[in-house]
Nanobody, 122 residues
Framework: QRQLVESGGGLVPAGGSRRLSCTAD????????MAWFRQAPGQEREFVAV????????NYASSVKGRFTISRDNAQNTVYLQIGSLKSEDTAVYYC???????????????WGQGTQVTVSS
């Protein structure tokens, strides 16, 4: 059973930064494109960032571009999301996901983690 496990969430002050991690099994990291999504209370899950399987390309939601950075270390079986210049509207559960096709639509992603909560305090 393929698993994705997120970590690194917590309470962060506005303007602060945090690094989220997603650990996956070796086959996923070597084969799949990886992404982060988030879901705020009462809202639909939204795309945050995606990275190609070889880290050759990335794409970001306009709301996080310039503040968040996605990266991956396939040797460590880990994908990262560095989040910074945090705002209250960044408060959400952040999910890691894996897909065979590159894109930002959640329907592409067949594997999901359980999520890690990020709360930005003002």
């Amino acid at each position: 059973q393929r698993q994705l496990v997120e970590s690194g969430g917590g309470l962060v002050p506005a303007g602060g930064s945090r690094r989220l991690s997603c650990t996956a099994d070796r086959l996923i990291l070597s084969t799949y494109h990886m992404a982060w999504f988030r879901q705020a209370p009462g809202q639909e899950r939204e795309f945050v960032a995606v990275i190609g399987r070889n880290a050759g390309r990335t794409n970001y939601a306009s709301s996080v571009k310039g503040r968040f950075t996605i990266s991956r270390d396939n040797a460590q079986n880990t994908v990262y999301l560095q989040i910074g210049s945090l705002k209250s509207e960044d408060t959400a559960v952040y999910y890691c996901a894996a897909a065979l096709s590159y894109g930002s639509r959640s329907e592409l992603f067949g594997y999901w983690g359980q999520g890690t909560q990020v709360t930005v305090s003002s």
